[in-house]
């Protein structure tokens, strides 16, 4: 029987260092794992690098995963969260032919309803904006295929953990201080 699966948001906490990208991209490259989803960015503390990595697998390997991230050199801490414990976020943008929206209000409403908003309105083109979960970006990606889509790009997730972030707890049981 296998072991079922799901989504974890797993949060890298590293020294910002060259080449640490395909050292951690390299553990799931190894045991074989797609990784859905990866941003980057700077911690609360400006001389911590932050990685976001979302994938689907078992609670088993998603712990390995953390275990192995963990004895990276330059790595200082990572942890793993399933979706309950983190409030979560992307970003999606949308290029269509400005003639969508000529003599009829039908792809304005539809845009409201998604709670989306236009950003840039160009003689061949306007660009919308949709922030939320991926089913929702989805959603829209889908509603506006209808009408003819030029680009589509969605941002990987972004996420802040539900509970205080733990590499505070983790740094301060250390002896370290992590600057606010």
């Given at each position: 029987m296998s072991t079922p699966t799901k989504n974890y948001t797993i949060t890298v906490f590293t020294e910002d260092q060259a080449g640490l990208l395909s050292?951690?991209?390299?553990?799931?490259?190894?045991?074989?794992l797609n990784i859905a989803s990866l941003t980057t960015s700077q911690s609360s503390d400006p001389t911590i690098h932050r990685f976001t990595i979302v994938v689907n697998v078992s609670e088993e390997m998603v712990i390995?995963?953390?275990a192995q991230l963990d004895k990276q050199v330059d790595v200082l801490k990572a942890f793993y969260y399933d979706d309950t414990q983190i409030v979560h976020q992307e970003v999606a943008l949308y290029k269509v032919p400005t003639e969508v929206f000529n003599n009829?209000?039908?792809v304005e409403?539809?845009?409201?309803?998604?709670?989306?908003?236009?950003?840039?309105?160009?003689?061949?083109?306007?660009?919308?904006?949709?922030?939320?979960?991926?089913?929702?970006?989805e959603a829209l990606l889908q509603d506006l295929?209808?009408?003819?889509?030029?680009e589509f790009v969605r941002s990987g997730r972004v996420a802040i953990v539900k509970?205080?972030?733990?590499?505070?707890?983790?740094?301060?049981?250390?002896?370290?201080?992590?600057?606010?």
């Open positions: 050292r951690v991209v390299g553990i799931f490259n190894r045991r074989n390995k995963l953390v009829s209000s039908e409403k539809m845009i409201r309803r998604h709670y989306a908003r236009v950003l840039l309105i160009e003689p061949e083109y306007v660009v919308i904006e949709k922030t939320g979960h991926e089913h929702e970006t295929k209808k009408y003819g889509i030029y509970p205080m972030e733990m590499l505070n707890n983790y740094l301060a049981t250390k002896g370290e201080q992590v600057g606010h």
